[in-house]
Structure formats: structure tokens, C-alpha cells
């Protein structure tokens, strides 16, 4: 089955500074590949996803990439704010068939 | 409306007993699942539903089964329950096909004493 590789654990960064953590997954048909936040005592939530057809995608400030033939893929949160501090997961499975596979997490802090 | 809802939200109880988690999702969905995170928060598949049908058991232990009485619940009976079964579980949805973007209930912690 899909196994989920997930780096940093934990991230500290200085407000305004980039943050970028970077996942690898085994099985390579494995095609859709989200990324969820998760707030202390919270639920996680969807904030990007990628499908294996694009290699990166954006929205304003949290852009994902993928490398197919690697079976890498990376998020990364420019500008970050105090806001941004969560636990973030990647995750991947098969569009439709299998149920996601997540990382372990990273615990990203971003310092005022 | 709360898309995907799970009750109770805080459960307590001891070595031994039984009990039930319940989910149910209003967003139309075909496939449901069920997670736990643990102390360590990592958050692992234990359970898939499509279409009512066990489509994936992860290696849990038979004392947890889950149950659908139609497509919109997925509820975890847990018997027997020890002390290693405190954590946080999740339930999540999703629809079969390309758009298979998991929404999450939020969560039950389950502390077993």
C-alpha cells in the first residue's frame, strides 16, 4: 500500500520568512495529492491539493509542487504570518479508489 | 450547516466498557472513512466505506467495527475498549472520482481510564 513520507516534523520560522516542507510517497499511482492544516483542537482542512497532470499550483501566499518521477512534493507558504502556525499534513491516494494517506506532520511555528 | 458532524465530541470511559462514535455527512457523498490521530498526531485510515460496502480494513483490532446504516452515517462501535484506544478519531467524507477532496467532522476524543 502507499506509504507517506513527510519532512520537517517540526518548522520554525521568523514571521515573513518562507516556509517549505516536502513529502514522498511509494506508489506511483498515486494521483492526487492534498495538503491539510490543522489548528490545535481543530479538524484538518483542505488548503491546496495537486493532481499528478500539473506540476505546481498556487494560491496567493501556499503553492504545492510535484515531481512524478521523483514522488516528491513539497508545500510551500511565502510571507508567513503568526496565523500560519498549525500542524500541516500531505497526504495522497488515488483519485476515487483508495482513501488518503497522510504524512506524519509537520508542526510549523512562525515567530512574531 | 456542519457538513460532516460527529458526536459525541468528549467521551470518557473506562477499561472494559463499550461504545459509539457517531458521523453523518450531508454533503451527498459516496464514500466515507474513519481516522484516528493519536498523542503523536499522526492521523491513520482505519476504515473506508463506499456505497455501504468495506471497501478497505486497515490492521485494527476486531473489538472496532463500523457500522452504516445508510449512505449519509458511518458510526464506530468499539468494544472491549483499553487504554490504548485514547485518542482522537475522525470521521471524513468524500466523493468517488476526480473531486475526492476529504472533509473532516470534528473529531472525538476518547479517553479511555
Known amino acids: 500500500g502507499e506509504n507517506v513520507e513527510q519532512h520537517p516534523s517540526t518548522l520554525s520560522v521568523q514571521e515573513g520568512d518562507s516556509a517549505v516542507i516536502k513529502c514522498t510517497y511509494s506508489?506511483?499511482?498515486?494521483?492526487?495529492f492534498p495538503w491539510y492544516k490543522q489548528e490545535l483542537g481543530k479538524r484538518p482542512q483542505l488548503i491546496i491539493d495537486?493532481?499528478?497532470?500539473?506540476g505546481e499550483k498556487k494560491d496567493q501566499r501556499i503553492a504545492v509542487t510535484l515531481n512524478k518521477t521523483a514522488k516528491h512534493f513539497s508545500l510551500h507558504i511565502t510571507e508567513t504570518q503568526p496565523e500560519d502556525s498549525a500542524v500541516y499534513f500531505c497526504?495522497?491516494?488515488?483519485?476515487?479508489?483508495?482513501?488518503?494517506?497522510f504524512g506524519k506532520g509537520t508542526r510549523l511555528s512562525v515567530i512574531a | 450547516d456542519t457538513a460532516v458532524s460527529q458526536t459525541p465530541k468528549y467521551l470518557v470511559t473506562q477499561m472494559g466498557n463499550d461504545k459509539s462514535i457517531k458521523c453523518e455527512q450531508n454533503?451527498?457523498?459516496?464514500?466515507m472513512y474513519w481516522y484516528k490521530q493519536d498523542s503523536k498526531k499522526f492521523l491513520k485510515i482505519m476504515f473506508s466505506?463506499?456505497?455501504?460496502?468495506?471497501?478497505i480494513n486497515e490492521t485494527v483490532p476486531n473489538r472496532f467495527s463500523p457500522k452504516s446504516p445508510d449512505k449519509a452515517h458511518l458510526n464506530l462501535h468499539i468494544n472491549s475498549l483499553e487504554l490504548g484506544d485514547s485518542a482522537v478519531y475522525f470521521c471524513?467524507?468524500?466523493?468517488?472520482?476526480?473531486?475526492?477532496?476529504?472533509?473532516f467532522g470534528q473529531g472525538t476524543r476518547l479517553t479511555v481510564v
Open positions: 506508489d506511483s499511482a498515486s494521483n492526487y
Open positions: 454533503l451527498g457523498h459516496d464514500t
Open positions: 497526504a495522497a491516494s488515488i483519485a476515487g479508489n483508495t482513501p488518503l494517506v
Open positions: 471524513a467524507s468524500s466523493r468517488a472520482g476526480v473531486d475526492t477532496e476529504a472533509f
Open positions: 495537486i493532481r499528478s497532470n500539473v
Open positions: 466505506y463506499n456505497n455501504k460496502e468495506l471497501i
